[in-house]
Nanobody, 126 residues
Framework: QVQLVESGGGLVQAGDSLRLSCAASGRTFITYTMGWFRQAPGKERELVAASRGSGGSTYFPDSVKGRFTVSRDNAKNTVILQMNSLKPEDTAVYYC???????????????????WGQGTQVTVSS
């Protein structure tokens, strides 16, 4: 079983940056597909970043592309979401997710991930 713990959320002004961390358990973290999702009130959960395991590709939707980056520290079982140039519309609860499957066909599908963190609130004021 995989446990995920997010940290780094907070209240910032538009244009600021935040770095979210997700600490994961699991002896095969290197192989996991990791995702960052967000959910704003009244909105569906939305993928903002994904990282395939074992040196695989990353993915960002157009809404955050060029502003967000994702990186992994496999030695520490940690995935980092760096968020720059934040906008009020980025306000949401951000969740870390993991898939232990050998292959994830659709990185943007919530159902593809079988482990989830508790979430961390990000609020961006105007």
């Amino acid at each position: 079983q995989v446990q995920l713990v997010e940290s780094g959320g907070g209240l910032v002004q538009a244009g600021d940056s935040l770095r979210l961390s997700c600490a994961a358990s699991g002896r095969t973290f290197i192989t996991y597909t990791m995702g960052w999702f967000r959910q704003a009130p009244g909105k569906e959960r939305e993928l903002v970043a994904a990282s395939r395991g074992s040196g695989g590709s990353t993915y960002f939707p157009d809404s955050v592309k060029g502003r967000f980056t994702v990186s992994r520290d496999n030695a520490k079982n940690t995935v980092i979401l760096q968020m720059n140039s934040l906008k009020p519309e980025d306000t949401a609860v951000y969740y870390c997710a993991a898939s232990t499957a050998i292959w994830v066909a659709n990185l943007a599908s919530s159902s593809a991930y079988n482990y989830w963190g508790q979430g961390t609130q990000v609020t961006v004021s105007s």
